[in-house]
């Protein structure tokens, strides 16, 4: 899951910074040396790091750009999808009807009847397939493939007044 | 060392940033006893109905941000001050529309019942199915209305003291040392920021002040119609950079104090100017990272919501915590509450930025929008980040800079 890898990266970048703080702060105050050559090694080193972040920079926009959630909303969605109409209102979901087996790829029309909501589609493990926000106004088209069985939770994803905590729905995928 | 050029500091100056300094330390206490409430009410120890838990939340957030942005331009005000004749009046006008619109604010949340979230997502204030009336969420707007006025006044005054001094804001952020090669000394670091600060700040008040009027005006007469993805667009490229802004601000304390402790200077080369300039256009550019759940944006400008989330980083990384490392590598630095919470501040905020700059990336995002990983990154940023800085700052003036001769 893309949760899980974003976990690890998150935390093991924060560690490198942490090292590298912790490194200067535990040598900052002995063995005073020259300013300068210590300017000058850090200068060289920081030509490195610095292209080293604008290639990791290019690659990862590259890697993750390739496949953007927004092609559905274009009115690019497969012939074979089945399409269910979700409207959140002030402070429930209305969602329509369709028989949804697992594997099945949904296109979701999503919009709003009052305010902001927010459509997060959560799977039977409660962890987020995807989402999209619930516009007066607007429609924003979700396109998602439900690979497991069960029973899917939506939440609300963007405050909307008194009762956004409860703002719950299930969606069903049959086998 | 840049000259200090500008006429000695009135007491009433010094009182002045003494007095938002002290007005923020209590409130951050008020407003982190109320967080603490909302995770009470979380864990089922405190009971808060559910209006009073989203009033609660809506006061600790309007109320952090619009504190953190009173501390922080304390801080550059009294740095600031040191190159360029700023306004004392100003100063203390900009505190006087800032109390008044906390009681507007207030009233409205507390009195006025108004839950709908420091962003005031349209349509949201003027429709909560009877939850507050139209007269609490007036008195919020209007209270961020007055704060706004009092703050862009205080950047104007910004603006008209640096112009003085340095004729342009274009000499100001160092533009003739970094794309003529100008053999003039570049302004110091304080100036290069204040100014970078100035231009983001000025744009992002505007366009809060435009959201806040349209939003105003909608609540009472409706017919005039507001279109929900503008004023959501208006409100986060506001809140962006405002509270962006917050710590870009507060760093001049760095960029000040530290490098009196280590005895080397702060370099301001062609890399820094770079920096500040890119940083200028970044911090303004980035709002659309906020709005990547929004399909019907144009994929360009949520392709560069995610593009400038990362490059953001790069001064922050390669600039500001690359050369708080170099300076203090190895220098003899003494350790005491102002430099440990300074150094560590550049440390919250560089960790702090990795979580958004992962999120900021559409495919993550479009798992982890809106969960309680974002205030997570924010909260870690601006504890260990900005409020390091301000608390650093603070004993630098209330003890240490005077006592170690380091004024």
Known sequence: ?175 | MAEQTAPPLPPSGRIGVVVYLAISALVFVLMMVLGVLMRLSQATWVELSPNLFYEVMTAHGAGMVGISGLAASGVIWYFLRRYVDLSVGILWANLAFFLFGVVLILGGIFVGNYAGGWTFLFPLPGTSAGVWGTGGAASYLFGLLSIGVGFLLLYLDFARAIMARYRSLAKALGWPQLFRNSSDEAPPPTVVAATMVLIVNIAGILAGAVVLVLILVNLYAPQFAVDPLLTKNLTYFFGHVFINATIYQALVAVYEILPKYVGRSWPVNRIFLAAWTATTLMVMAVYPHHLLMDFVMPTWALAIGQIVSYLAGLPVFAVTAWTTLTIVHRSGIKWDMTSGLLFVSIFGWSAGIVPAIIDGVIAVNHVMHNTMWVPGHFHMYLILGLVAMLFGFMYYLTDQGSRKGLD
């Open chain 1, 1 to 175: 899951m893309i949760q899980d890898t974003v976990f690890v990266v998150t935390v093991v970048l924060m560690l490198v910074v942490a090292g590298a703080f912790a490194y200067v702060a535990l040598n900052a105050g002995k063995a005073v040396a020259e300013y300068p050559p210590i300017q000058q090694r850090s200068q060289g080193m920081r030509v490195w790091f610095f292209w080293i972040l604008i290639v990791a920079g290019v690659l990862i926009a590259v890697v993750t750009m390739l496949d953007l959630p927004y092609a559905a909303t274009r009115g690019d969605t497969p012939d074979d999808a089945v399409t269910l109409e979700i409207e959140g209102r002030q402070w429930y979901w209305e969602v329509g009807e369709a028989q949804l087996t697992a594997g099945d790829t949904v296109i979701f029309n999503v919009t709003s009847g009052d305010v902001n909501h927010g459509l997060g589609l959560y799977d039977p493990a409660m962890r987020m397939v995807g989402q999209t926000q619930a516009m007066p106004g607007y429609l924003n088209v979700l396109s998602l493939t439900l690979e497991q069985p069960g029973t899917y939770t939506v939440l609300c994803m963007e405050y909307c007044g008194l009762v956004h905590h409860a703002m719950v729905s299930e969606i069903t995928v049959g086998e």
